[in-house]
């Protein structure tokens, strides 16, 4: 076995855990909330010292830390405090918690409608990160398992591939679309902290700050009366404590349903309820989004009715009439996250002796989609149009189309979705690029590997653009139950998970491109992340899109360049050990991100490049 291999890879957050010493503690809470036990005595763990600097780390690596709230506070400013004064700073506010105003911003939707974020100010980011760190073990206990949206290690594409399989292995070819209208906007606060304290959250203080955020002023708006806004680290998590029910409620209703005998194989355990009276439903999903498949279109019509009226007069929600439907999968598709779905007939397959018609899936990007990713694609070539800097927005462009491929691949027919696009695009892109057009050019290695066998490479500045249409289609990976933060198997399986998932985590990052610097770095900095796995170059940890740098192995002060030579990826705590001058700062990260002897001698290394002084240890 390979050195590198004998740790397991972590993603940051377990790492920043495990540091603060924190791993262990919300393991206890996720294995107490399995066995149905209440929480009385929450608030203290909420303002130790261990969970407040381990929020704070938290936000601090979060991309939008730079975002300012009601007042012009950024994380930069609380960077300059102590770790005592941060911690002290908390506890303060806690102990008669009054949030401060949120700042309103909208944001288009895809239907040209405006999307209402409400953002917190960042000292209530933080609090609100010290909240959801001590909750989400025990919510993520209890939520259903087949709901996906705003949930560690699951994704929509998580949500597509339990769609595929209810359509084409279960057969189930009605699906029943329900559109809760507004629903952010609409959650019922008093409901709402029932069902926190039905989960066993019952410790008094906790649930009365969280009221208090549900409750805060919206600048221009007033005190809310209902809703969760949109923007708030706590939101997603309360969010999902509201449809929770209803995930659990519709799981009764049929899967949930004893039988005399236990299977361990998911599909056995609904054909032995078949011959019941029960209504055969499952349903998948991601944030309010929700799909709810059964057998036959008069089982749908009923699930519909029952569905529309057990969200008014459970948890006070309407439905729009309008979007609200259900679909024949086998004549007409199904809109969801991006993508239109349905099965069509491919043969006759044999069960039990019996001959059964065969379906399979058919799904290519949505409508909707298509002519947003062509406003959005025809955006960026007016943008290099008029551009100064042409070669820097070719590259954003690739960035783009790159996270497009990557999202919608596990669509069936996504390459015929792709040439639509193209083919809507390409008159438009000869006309507007042909002065910046070339006959070579040259490729980034991440160009390289996904694209170089295409033919329709075209060259803009001498750089490649990624062909629109050359896409093939990766049928998306059902979730594993079992995955989770909060148990050493499940823990196991999310860095397993991590290293399936490179070209994702690549299209995350591509999505920034670092303004202040050149083509070649950025360039450069995307071919390492993929040259390197994704891994730190000298811990070999599984490095998240937004928390590593790309340190010039030779400074620029000292004559080095960008080129792909002369860079190397690592962690934000190895490049500040690289640098790092002070003893106290050097005693701190050594022990923060446990360098060993052979990690220590490559950063001496790296140090002697930049012309500083050896580390050495004692």
């Not at 390289?448 to 060259?459: D, P, Q, T, V």
């Not at 860095?495 to 591509?510: F, P, Q």
């Amino acid at each position: 076995m390979d050195k590198n291999q004998t740790k397991p890879k972590k993603k940051n957050s377990l790492r920043y855990n495990e540091y603060y010493g924190t791993q262990s503690i919300f393991d206890e809470l996720y294995a107490k909330s399995k066995r149905n036990e209440n929480f009385y005595k929450l608030y203290e763990l909420i303002v130790s010292e261990e969970n407040i600097l381990l929020a704070f780390r938290t936000i601090k690596s979060n991309r939008g830390s730079t975002t300012k709230g009601s007042n012009p506070h950024t994380i930069k400013d609380i960077k300059e405090w102590k770790e005592d004064e941060i911690v002290e700073y908390v506890r303060k506010r806690l102990n008669n918690f009054h949030p401060h105003p949120v700042r309103r911003i909208f944001i288009p939707k895809h239907d040209g409608k405006m999307r209402p974020l409400g953002i917190p100010s960042i000292e209530d980011r933080i609090i609100q990160q010290c909240i959801k760190q001590v909750l989400e073990p025990i919510c993520e206990a209890k939520f259903y398992e087949y709901s996906y949206g705003f949930r560690p290690n699951r994704s929509a594409k998580h949500a597509i591939a339990r769609c595929y399989h209810l359509m084409q292995r279960a057969d189930l070819h009605y699906v029943v679309d329900i559109d809760i209208k507004g629903f952010f906007d609409n959650v019922d606060h008093s409901k709402l902290l029932k069902q926190i304290y039905s989960l066993g959250i019952r410790d008094k203080r906790v649930i009365s700050i969280i009221s208090k955020m549900l409750k805060c002023e919206v600048i221009g708006e007033g005190i809310q009366e209902k809703g969760a806004p949109q923007g708030g680290i706590l939101s997603p998590l309360l969010s999902n404590i509201v449809l929770n029910e209803l995930d659990w409620w519709v799981d009764s209703q049929f899967y949930g349903m004893p039988t005399k005998h236990e299977y361990s194989c998911q599909l056995s355990h609904c054909r032995a309820l078949k011959g019941t009276n029960l209504k055969e439903m499952h349903i998948v999903r991601y944030a309010d989004d929700f799909k709810i498949f059964c057998r036959d279109y008069k089982t749908a019509c009923k699930i519909k009715i029952a569905v529309t009226k057990w969200l008014k007069e459970r948890l006070n929600l309407d439905i729009s009439p309008e979007k609200s439907k259900i679909v024949n999968l086998r004549n007409n598709y199904s809109d969801y996250l991006g993508l239109k779905m349905k099965v069509h007939r491919k043969g006759i397959k044999h069960y039990n002796g019996n001959d059964k018609e065969k379906y399979t899936i058919k799904s290519m990007v949505s409508n909707k989609a298509v002519k947003n990713l062509t406003i959005k694609i025809k955006r960026q070539i007016d943008v290099i149009q008029h551009s100064e800097k042409p070669k820097a927005e070719l590259a954003k462009l690739n960035q783009m189309i790159f996270g497009y491929h990557n999202y919608y691949d596990s669509a069936s027919h996504v390459s015929k979705s792709f040439h639509i696009i193209e083919y809507k695009m390409l008159k438009y892109m000869k006309n507007r690029l042909k002065p910046l057009a070339t006959k070579t050019g040259t490729k980034n290695k991440v160009v390289e590997k996904n694209y170089g066998e295409s033919k329709a490479i075209r060259y803009y500045c001498g750089y490649a653009l990624i062909p629109i249409s050359y896409i093939r289609t990766k049928p998306p990976m059902q979730f594993k139950t079992l995955t989770c933060d909060y148990t050493e198997e499940g823990r196991k399986l999310v860095h397993d998970y991590l290293r399936m998932t490179l070209s994702s985590r690549i299209a995350d990052m591509m999505r920034i491109f670092v303004t202040d610097e050149s083509v070649e770095y950025n360039d450069n900095r995307i071919s390492l992340f993929a040259a390197q796995n994704g891994q730190c170059a000298i811990t070999k940890e599984i490095l998240k899109a937004f928390n590593f740098h790309c340190h010039h192995k030779i400074p620029r002060k000292l004559g080095g360049d960008d080129s792909y030579q002369n860079l190397i990826i690592v962690t934000v705590g190895v490049h500040r050990l690289i640098h790092a001058t002070n003893p106290e700062v050097i005693e701190r990260l050594l022990k923060e991100h446990a360098i060993n002897s052979e990690q220590l001698t490559k950063i001496n290394k790296l140090r002697k490049l930049c012309e500083l002084e050896e580390i050495k240890v004692a």
